[in-house]
């Protein structure tokens, strides 16, 4: 479909995916909406674009994904590659302030830096829709189902622990929220999974996640748990 409001994305997709496969597209604009439902009407079909190799009709986009041995995700699949890339990015964003500030990678700043910094990421997808958070929260957290608001407050609290952290800033005041959330979490999701043996989708990177609930949201909460021991202990305790 390429009309004045719409260019179709799967179109160009699939043009591209067979262009790569070594084929010569043979394409076939719709440029109105009577054009479109002609042919959806033709050949039977409720969406498109429709691929042909030679006189065999492959199907959409997705179908022609099959048609090459591409993986198809289904729609509730679940899959870690939102927290793998927020972790990755964090890691390297670590590592890239200790070369600066320090002059090397390999520094204790970094690995803090890298758990304040993922914190504050995995807020951030939190509070990109609180509501919809919240209500997948409900599913697991404790406290959230005793005391509902918590689950508003959470991403907030997050937020606000690992940005202190990433300054160094107000460590009496940011290590005992980091330390909280992060014990709830731990034992909600440690009772959730591993007690219950539910099967559920982790709020971690937000409401419309589908990140399986298990051992990356438990490494999120004991990384706050970490964080709000040793930053009190490194201040007050041994005066870094």
Partial sequence: MVMPGHLCPYGLK???LLERAG???????LTTREETDAFMEKHVVETTPQ??????????????????GKEVKEEDETSYQPVIAIFAVAFLMALGLSWTMFGSILTLRALEWFIAISMC???VQKLQDVESFSTMFLNYDLLARRLVRYGYIYPFGE???????????????SAPVALFIGTVGAASVFKAVYID???????CVGGSSNV???FVSLTENLMMMLMGVWMPLKVFVLGW
């Fill in 51 to 68: 691929t042909w190799i030679g006189k065999e009709r492959i199907g959409g986009y997705d179908d022609l994904r099959e048609y090459f």
């Fill in 197 to 203: 043996k539910r099967e559920l989708k982790c709020a």
């Fill in 23 to 29: 084929y010569e597209v043979e394409d076939h604009e």
């Fill in 212 to 214: 399986p609930l298990g």
């Fill in 159 to 173: 937020a606000f622990a690992g940005v202190l952290m990433v300054a160094g800033a107000l460590t009496w005041l």
């Fill in 14 to 16: 699939s043009k591209d």
């Fill in 121 to 123: 990421f995995l807020a």
